[in-house]
């Protein structure tokens, strides 16, 4: 899990997830706007993950949390990554890679949450916490 997040509700659902799926992004609906500052998730009929674009020019509305509940592989995965353009590894890439490899990654909605970065942030994931 993502440490600058907050949630409100439980995200057990992505845990449990798992009993079915070899792994499990825990998702939500945003609007298009937040899209561009995320990774946006691509998922099948059977809502199980087909691909993971990080901070998209087109504009969707099913993204990650920063929730993920995935095999010990993901290590493996995460040895063979190479840095971004930005000079940092991308979890979605080790993610790709397990898929690649077969792993079935399903999705879990969640709701309420908060991705804490700036002052503003930490008064919503107050109030958020708080139930206001």
Request: net charge negative; aromatic share 4%.
């Amino acid at each position: 899990m993502n440490g600058d997040n907050v949630f409100t509700g439980s995200v057990a659902p992505a845990v449990e997830g798992v009993a079915e799926e070899d792994a499990a992004l825990a998702v939500e609906e945003v609007s298009p706007a937040v899209t561009a500052t995320t990774g946006v998730i691509e998922t099948d009929e059977t809502e199980c993950v087909t691909g993971i674009v990080e901070k998209p020019t087109e504009p969707s509305t099913l993204v990650t949390t920063g929730c993920y509940v995935l095999p010990e592989d993901v290590f493996h995965a995460c040895a063979l990554l190479r840095p971004s353009v930005e000079d940092e590894y991308q979890l979605s890439e080790a993610v790709r890679l397990l898929m690649r490899a077969g792993y079935e990654v399903a999705t879990v909605r969640v709701g309420g949450r908060v991705n804490v970065n700036t002052p503003a942030d930490v008064e919503r994931a107050a109030e958020l916490v708080r139930g206001e």
